[in-house]
């Protein structure tokens, strides 16, 4: 068994230390600055004349009488040309039913140019862009880039 002196040695002799150990941790996070940039957009109108030919089409219906009797294939809508020609049939009672070509309908085309003139309105935007810092009540003017110019 041990004395008391000799147990207040082991103490004395073994003691522990704890170990410590950081860690480092890296993140993000939003700061406001007061610092940063604004935009300033403007629309202007500019009214511009634009000349230009408009094609309208005008259709010519003809009737023409052929008063034909038709035997076999009866006659179907063809193209002669620019001219659409539909045949318009009708059944006729004789002593016998036959089928006579009536009469065709012919529509033709026509197609012109006609100048027209008009007034359009284009608007184009403007933005202008500054950079400031609210701590110093400061702001910068950024250069503009130069506007595109609208089709004349």
């Not at 522990?16 to 860690?23: D, R, Y």
């Not at 023409?64 to 006659?75: F, M, Q, R, S, Y």
């Not at 009672?93 to 012919?106: D, F, N, S």
């Amino acid at each position: 068994m041990a004395t008391q002196a000799e147990e207040e040695w082991e103490d004395k002799r073994m003691f522990s230390m704890p170990l410590i150990q950081e860690a480092l941790s890296v993140g993000r996070r939003s700061v406001e600055t007061g610092q940063g940039i604004r935009v300033h957009k403007s629309v202007s109108e500019e009214t511009w004349r634009v000349d230009d030919t408009v094609l309208r089409q005008q259709l010519d219906i003809e009737h023409v009488p052929i008063n034909i009797w038709v035997d076999g294939e009866l006659p179907v809508q063809r193209h002669e040309g620019a001219t659409l020609v539909i045949p318009v049939l009708e059944e006729v009672l004789v002593v016998q039913k036959r089928v006579r070509l009536k009469e065709e309908i012919r529509i033709t085309a026509h197609t012109r140019g006609e100048p027209v003139s008009s007034t359009v309105v284009l608007r184009t935007e403007q933005a202008q862009v500054e950079r400031f810092d609210e701590s110093t009540n400061r702001s910068q003017q950024l250069p503009n880039q130069p506007p595109n110019e609208p089709p004349h």
